[in-house]
């Protein structure tokens, strides 16, 4: 069974909630390697990755080659809403990772392989999953360089270092685009079931960085009281990307009403 999807300014974003997608995802993890052509990559798309893929062709490409492509961000339940779509909750990192670990701990002997961040911030993962997640199966973990960009011979180190570990899925904690476009380049190589690229979730399961309060994600405002925390990093996704990404909303939702043909595909 497939997760319900539909179409968001060109991109195929699942629409069907959390738990229909973690079912699907169950169903992977019960099946086969060798039934699969490649590893399965479940990525996010918010109101600034769309953004960023409007320059940027291969993390275009990338998002349009997610198996799960879900929506991260209120802006995204918004454009839903806007163009008359089925799409009620956001899909965080966070929600991928607490999700899906409850099911590997559910299931038992599953293996799990951590990509990014630093040594230290992985210890501090390894130990907690060790008390909050005892039933599942630390494969590995893996520091890469802090770069812009990989080169082919970092790339091969990685790769080999996941495959040499044999984990059923692969956490990649990395920024944006890098993380996604590290997996679309490789899933090919990679012998892992599933692989999901959750970006900061790796400081906030650790406590490294703070999530935003319950309330504020619950109105659609998590953003907020991040930008206030951290202004330099993130001013950007509001001040450029909130904008871009709504003009481009009512763009094309004025155009579908009037002419009847998307300025997307």
């Not at 900061?200 to 206030?228: M, N």
Request: hydrophobic letters at 40%; one cysteine or more.
């Amino acid at each position: 069974m497939e997760a319900a999807s539909e179409k968001i300014l060109g991109y195929t974003v699942v629409s069907s909630g959390l738990g229909s997608c973690l079912e699907t995802i169950e169903n992977l993890l019960d099946s086969q390697r060798t039934a699969l052509p490649c590893c399965q990559l479940a990525l996010c798309l918010n109101p600034h990755s769309y953004v960023e893929s409007l320059h940027n062709p291969l993390f275009s490409d990338t998002l349009h080659h997610a198996d799960w492509l879900v929506p991260d961000g209120a802006g995204i339940v918004l454009a839903s809403r806007v163009l008359g779509g089925k799409i009620h909750e956001r899909i965080s990192g966070s929600d991928l990772f607490c999700g899906i670990n409850k099911l590997l701990e559910k299931k038992g002997n599953t293996k799990v392989f951590f990509l990014g961040s630093t040594e230290e911030t992985l210890k501090i993962i390894v130990r907690k999953l060790s008390e909050e997640y005892p039933g599942i199966q630390l494969a590995g973990t893996f520091s890469p360089p802090f770069k812009s960009e990989f080169s082919e011979q970092e790339s091969n180190a990685m790769v080999e270092a996941i495959n040499n570990a044999h984990p059923d899925v692969l956490w990649v904690g990395m920024t944006s685009p890098k993380q996604d476009i590290w997996l679309y380049e490789n899933r090919e190589r990679l012998n892992v079931l599933f692989a999901a690229a959750i970006g900061a979730v790796f400081d906030f399961y650790t406590g490294k960085a703070k999530r935003s309060h319950p309330f504020f994600q619950k109105i659609g405002l998590e953003w907020l009281p991040r930008l206030l925390r951290d202004p330099k990093r993130l001013w950007k996704r509001t001040v450029i990307s909130a904008p871009v990404f709504l003009f481009h909303l009512f763009r094309h939702k004025i155009f579908t009403t009037f002419h009847q043909s998307p300025p997307f595909s």
